[in-house]
């Protein structure tokens, strides 16, 4: 059974630093890409990074460009998500979803909470 | 990108169709015929009903069906039942990045 199981959300403060991860298992992590989509409370979907299959191409979203950090470890199937330099406008769900290469998301973890306040 | 754009609500009768609508651009939905749809309920992680514009997973409903023309995208819900009720959102593949629409709440009256 396919499982992708978020963690690392919590509370920061503007400017703070938080690391998520995701826990894949069930399915061959090393094969396929993997993205994080966001959603911040009461909103809709928004795409955040995706990294390829082995680590070596990556794409964000202008509104965390320069800010976050895509990254995974296929040994210990996981991906993370470095965030830094954080906003309030940041505060979402943050969701991570496996990505075939058919432009679809097949599997979506349960989400972490972030929220960016004083 | 800009997001897509979708209709904030919809409403249909138990049995009755629906159909929701997804416009993009020429570099989103017009350029590729990789249109998803999910489905979404309160609290829950989205859940993927179409993919490639018109096909189902494995265990999907046959209710469910996807189109396309041009830069619009739609999905349509016949026989809809109570647990239809959720949000909806369209998402198109855009190059080296996704992008969806901003979601349309379907409330079965």
């Known amino acids: 059974e396919v499982q992708l199981v978020e963690s690392g959300g919590g509370l920061v403060q503007p400017g703070g630093s938080l690391r998520l991860s995701c826990a894949a298992s069930?399915?061959?992590?090393?094969?396929?890409?993997m993205h994080w989509v966001r959603q911040a409370p009461g909103k809709g979907l928004v795409w955040v990074s995706r990294i390829n299959s082995d680590g070596s191409s990556t794409s964000y979203a202008d509104s965390v460009k320069g800010r976050f950090t895509i990254s995974r470890d296929n040994a210990k199937n996981t991906l993370y998500l470095q965030m830094n330099s954080l906003r309030a406008e940041d505060t979402a769900v943050y969701y991570c979803?496996?990505?075939?290469?058919?432009?679809?998301?097949?599997?979506w973890g349960q989400g972490t909470l972030v929220t960016v306040s004083s | 990108q800009s997001a897509l754009t979708q209709p904030a609500s919809v409403s249909g009768s138990p049995g009755q169709s629906i159909t929701i609508s997804c416009t993009g651009t020429s570099s989103d939905v017009g350029s590729y015929n990789l249109v998803s749809w999910y489905q979404q309920h309160p609290g829950k992680a989205p859940k993927l009903m179409i993919y490639?514009?018109?096909k189902r997973p494995s265990g999907v409903s046959n209710r469910f069906s996807g189109s396309k023309s041009g830069n619009t995208a739609s999905l349509t819900i016949s026989g809809l039942q109570a647990e239809d009720e959720a949000d909806y959102y369209c998402c198109s593949y855009a190059g080296s990045s996704t992008v969806f629409g901003g979601g349309t709440k379907l409330t079965v009256l």
């Open positions: 069930g399915f061959t992590f090393s094969s396929y890409w």
């Open positions: 490639e514009v018109s």
């Open positions: 979803a496996r990505f075939p290469r058919g432009g679809y998301y097949d599997y």
